[in-house]
């Protein structure tokens, strides 16, 4: 049985957790994606809804704790995902509808691993060649008459739709933000977004 203490107690708990939760709500703004959009504007809105995601995961965090590993054998790391999701950007944005030739950003060929390598990193850089990407993708988006605009995909020697690789993109983003979930968890305990 249950003393009257106890359920003051856990009262006083769950006021404490629905405080905390007020509080990491209001330091996400992330802009929800519509819920009656069209398919463009859809895409659009979910794929920046999961590069805030990602920024959000690492907010607050100290250059050592983004490079912080999931575990000893492992390259895994928040500022990797950064640098890696910063490769992916350019290379499915840039490259097909822009630049077929532009370097990658952290190696001089096409070696997606290159970016997990974060021993000199700092978030400044990657930061800022992430955010660098998302606005060159966020151009040629917007540049594009349709989702049906076709650009060449060097790495695999073809043509892709804007579709397609919008699709992609955000397939790439919710699989690493989910690494990005115990990868934040386990630094410091947050969890969520």
């Not at 009262?11 to 069209?38: H, M, S, W, Y």
Request: glycine share 6%; charged share 30%.
């Amino acid at each position: 049985m249950t003393s009257y203490q106890d359920q003051d107690q856990d009262q006083d708990q769950d006021q404490d957790q629905d405080q905390e939760q007020g509080q990491e709500q209001e330091q996400d703004a992330r802009v929800a994606p519509p819920k009656l959009g069209g398919e463009r504007e859809t895409l659009r809105a979910f794929l920046d809804h999961q590069r805030a995601t990602l920024a959000l995961k690492c907010a607050g965090l100290t250059d050592d704790e983004l490079r912080r590993r999931s575990m000893p054998t492992s390259t895994l790391t928040l500022l990797g995902l950064v640098r890696h999701l910063a490769e992916v950007e350019r290379a499915w944005f840039r490259r097909p509808f822009e630049d077929q030739d532009a370097p990658m950003v952290w190696s001089d060929e096409i070696d997606f691993q290159a970016a997990y390598d974060v021993r000199a990193s700092t978030r400044a850089e990657a930061f800022a060649a992430w955010e660098a990407e998302v606005e060159t993708s966020r151009r040629v988006e917007r540049a594009a008459d349709s989702l049906d605009v076709a650009g060449f995909q060097p790495r695999w020697g073809e043509e892709v739709s804007l579709r397609m690789v919008m699709v992609h993109v955000l397939l790439e983003y919710g699989r690493h933000n989910g690494h990005a979930d115990f990868l934040r968890e386990g630094i410091d305990g947050a969890v969520g977004a």
